[in-house]
């Protein structure tokens, strides 16, 4: 079992910025890629970015050049600085973190955190 933990959401203007960090603890040996999701009301959980466990990263399009997803290994932590923030950008927040089996993906959820972002 994979445990993640995120912090770092909060309230911010337009233009700003803010870091989000995940906590992952457990069975970490199985992770081989981590990931953040956003869910805005009414709409479906999108991927936001991920980063491989050989520091490959993968971004939306609507984050490009804004965001960038970064990992600590020694500290079991990833995190997601979002700079020039939109108000677009308004959602629920969730860490992912995905195992590879050999019978399919095992995603592991933390429990979201708010990020709104003003006008």
């Known amino acids: 079992q994979v445990q993640v933990v995120e912090s770092g959401g909060g309230l911010v203007q337009a233009g700003g910025s803010l870091r989000l960090s995940c906590a992952a603890s457990?069975?970490?040996?199985?992770?081989?890629?981590m990931g953040w999701y956003r869910q805005a009301p009414g709409k479906q959980r999108e991927l936001v970015a991920a980063i491989t466990s050989g520091g490959s990263t993968n971004y939306a399009d609507s984050v490009k050049g804004r965001f960038t997803i970064s990992r600590d290994n020694g500290k079991n932590m990833v995190y997601l600085q979002m700079n020039s923030l939109k108000p677009e950008d308004t959602a629920v927040y969730y860490c992912?973190?995905?195992?590879?089996?050999?019978?399919?993906?095992?995603?592991?959820w933390g429990q979201g955190t708010q990020v709104t972002v003003s006008s």
């Open positions: 992912n973190a995905r195992a590879l089996r050999s019978w399919g993906p095992d995603d592991y």
């Open positions: 457990g069975s970490i040996f199985s992770i081989n890629v």
